[in-house]
């Protein structure tokens, strides 16, 4: 985790860098400027990778069917009217083909209209191409066939039942509309080659319209007045190429509107003349660390004493979850920003169940139970984490060392920092040869992509660290998260989540630390900031924030 420095002397190494690298900002108000992470590689939605910095920038000049709000997971319609559903019959009956009854009048930024063909072409462009680093498989392991139904209809049939289709596929910036007229003009595109046109221009239907891309420099986007929701307050430039340090000077200095920062960055930015810290939201990148059931023989490192199937025992596991300090984690680590909750169904995401059981509070007691029960007390054991060194996932795992090692001291965690080159190697492959590593989960907008990722003792890690032969019951859960994969009725599939999740804090696969918080700072002339982690980072929407102040 990157060191509190105060600003004094992170202004000292930095003063000279900020004269050279901010730009000359003009004071007029209808101007946000954005202290960017990370500049885009595309900004085409069929070539953009999940999670890359063309995200963010598509989010606000592309419009898609639906999308969410600022203060819930609730879908809202967006290019599509409805949402479809089993009970409005925009869902049909075998739950295969959903129906989108789409805005009429729209146009694009280059004044053509808006249809359902530009739907189809769009979702079918992505497809067909199949660019590499992309999020085309978002669509084409889901969509069986695209039709247009009439100019404001489009429809839509998928492989299989797949009640995450709306969150994991409609929403992504994979599924943005682009203008077919457009992209048509621009020449030929196949075999794996777009014509380029949108690579490094946008042309939408969002509230945002592209004006220019000043490459490793910055990026303009204008206000679209012509907008069919509700317009956006004000223009946005992103400014790249800018180091941590450089932003948050920026942004002391009035320099910069809004800045993508980080927690570790807080204590420099607290009580800072006209700067705000906005810390109400979540990440979606559980902090975990894994259980392992399925070493190779012989393969633990030099000096663990437990056996490869150690963790197949769920009292252990449950041991280690109720020996863990989350508050130390919480309060420490991450300065306070971050909440507990030791599942893998993020809060924040559809179906969450608040009253879920929890670990919750380190219970020394209840370990210690557990560890006798499980009869390893006595003579203690040794076990190897292997993490990234100098992360906040070795934060984590220095908490849970010391956190055994203070019940028992014949109870040994031995945390094996590596740089992230070797980290990466050692959970890549097949069969991981710890019984135990760390690191954060991918984020996700449906609560089915975690579970089967995550919980099912047949998904990807499930697979790969042996779960389904540690699970107390492994088809108990398999079919439940089986069943939430396909129900379609949205109360339902929520009660189904909340149940997978008291299951899971029975049968824990891993040690789920915290959900770290969602940080951002700005100037205090700007109105309305909320961030959404459904949204693409740094999850912020411009076309929400008002500036009001020179």
């Known amino acids: 985790m990157t060191a509190l420095f105060s600003i004094s002397f992170r202004a000292t190494l930095c003063a000279a860098t900020l004269a050279f690298s901010l730009p000359a900002i003009a004071a007029a108000q209808e101007t946000i400027v954005h202290g960017a992470d990370e500049e885009p590689a595309t900004l085409d939605p069929a070539e953009v990778e999940p999670g890359e910095g063309g995200e963010s920038v598509i989010f606000h000049v592309y419009d898609r069917l639906l999308t969410v709000g600022a203060e819930s997971s609730d879908l809202v319609p967006a290019l599509a009217t409805e949402i479809p559903s ?328 031995n945390v094996l920092g590596v740089a992230e080159a070797v980290f990466d190697e050692a959970i890549a492959s097949e069969t991981v040869n710890y019984a135990m590593w760390a690191k954060n989960g991918d984020p996700a907008a449906d609560p089915i992509d975690y579970l089967m990722t995550y919980a099912h003792p047949d998904g990807e890690w499930g697979e790969i660290h042996g779960f389904r032969d540690a699970y107390v019951n492994p088809d108990q859960i398999a079919n439940l998260i089986d069943q939430i994969a396909v129900e379609l009725d949205r109360d339902t599939r929520a009660g189904l989540v909340g149940e997978v999740q008291s299951l899971l804090y029975a049968d824990p696969m891993w040690i789920i630390g915290a959900q770290e918080g969602a940080v951002t700072a700005y100037r205090d002339d700007i109105e309305n900031m909320v961030l959404q982690p459904l949204w693409p980072r740094p999850s912020i929407n411009f076309a929400i924030l008002d500036k009001t102040g020179g």
């Not at 663990?304 to 280690?320: C, G, H, L, N, S």
């Open 86 to 413: 089993v009970e409005n019959g925009l869902i049909s009956e075998d739950g295969l083909t959903y129906t989108f009854p789409l805005r009429q009048g729209i146009t694009f930024h280059d004044e053509s209209p808006f249809t359902a063909d530009d739907v189809k072409f769009s979702w079918d462009r992505v497809i067909a191409l199949e660019l590499p680093g992309s999020g085309y498989e978002i669509l084409s392991e889901r969509v069986a066939e695209t039709r247009v139904v009439d100019d404001y209809t489009f429809e839509v049939t998928l492989n299989d039942v797949d009640a995450s289709f709306l969150y994991s596929a409609v929403l992504s910036m994979t599924a943005s509309i682009v203008s077919q007229e457009a992209v048509e003009a621009a020449g030929a595109e196949g075999d794996g080659e777009s014509n380029g046109l949108l690579s490094d221009n946008m042309i939408g239907t969002g509230p945002y319209t592209f004006e220019s891309w000043n490459r490793t420099e910055n990026m303009t986007l204008r206000v679209n007045p012509s907008y069919w929701g509700t317009a956006a307050f004000d223009d946005v430039r992103l400014e790249f190429g800018l180091d941590p340090d450089v932003r948050v000077l920026g942004l002391r200095a009035g320099e910069f509107d809004t800045i993508e920062t980080d927690p570790s960055y807080v204590a420099d930015l607290e009580g800072a003349d006209g700067v705000e810290i906005y810390a109400e939201g979540l990440l979606l990148e559980p902090l975990h660390i894994g259980f392992n059931m399925n070493v190779p023989e012989g393969a633990l490192p030099e000096g663990d004493t437990i056996p490869e199937d150690f963790f197949k025992d769920v009292r252990i596991r449950q041991a280690f979850n109720h020996a863990f300090d989350y508050t130390a984690f919480v309060q420490g680590a991450l300065a306070g920003f971050g909440e507990i909750n030791p599942h893998y169904v993020p809060i924040g995401v559809f179906g969450y169940d608040p009253n879920a059981p929890v670990y919750g509070e380190q219970n020394l007691a209840e370990a210690e139970r557990l560890f006798r029960e499980a009869g390893v007390w006595d003579e203690g054991f040794t076990a190897t984490v292997v993490v990234e060194s100098g992360s906040l996932f070795e934060i984590q795992c220095l908490i849970l060392k010391d956190s055994i090692e203070a019940m028992n001291p014949d109870m040994r965690i």
